[in-house]
């Protein structure tokens, strides 16, 4: 019913720039918060940043002045702009979208099926 497409993942070298998109579809009638989480091989998935439907930003303290996040509301799509990549934040990423449908007043989070970023020299 409601589908989020990660894309821009890859293979970069330290201090490299990637960028993520995240495109939700379906029957949407509204999206609330959007964001990117993120897991390490054998490591807990962790919050990587949150955008509101306002805009206010959240992020976490490993990525804050190197990553970016932004939404197109018009597009159902949220950015991850990547910028200094370390090796440590090789892991696959995750969009996740707080959505309504038009069957359902009540916001359910929703997952994208993950895409892999990989910082190696």
């Known amino acids: 019913q409601v589908q989020l497409v990660e894309s821009g993942g890859g293979l970069v070298q330290p201090g490299g720039s990637l960028r993520l998109s995240c495109k939700a579809s379906?029957?949407?009638?509204?999206?609330?918060?959007m964001g990117w989480y993120r897991q390490a091989p054998g490591k807990q998935r962790e919050l990587v940043a949150t955008i509101a439907s306002g805009g206010t930003t959240n992020y976490a303290d490993s990525v804050k002045g190197r990553f970016t996040v932004s939404r197109d509301n018009t597009k159902n799509t949220v950015y991850l702009q990547m910028n200094s990549l370390k090796p440590e934040d090789t892991a696959v990423y995750f969009c996740?979208?707080?959505?309504?449908?038009?069957?359902?007043?009540?916001?359910?989070?929703?997952w994208g099926q993950g895409t892999q970023v990989t910082v190696s020299s």
């Open positions: 996740n979208a707080d959505i309504t449908t038009s069957t359902s007043r009540y916001a359910y989070a929703y």
């Open positions: 379906g029957s949407i009638r509204s999206i609330y918060a």
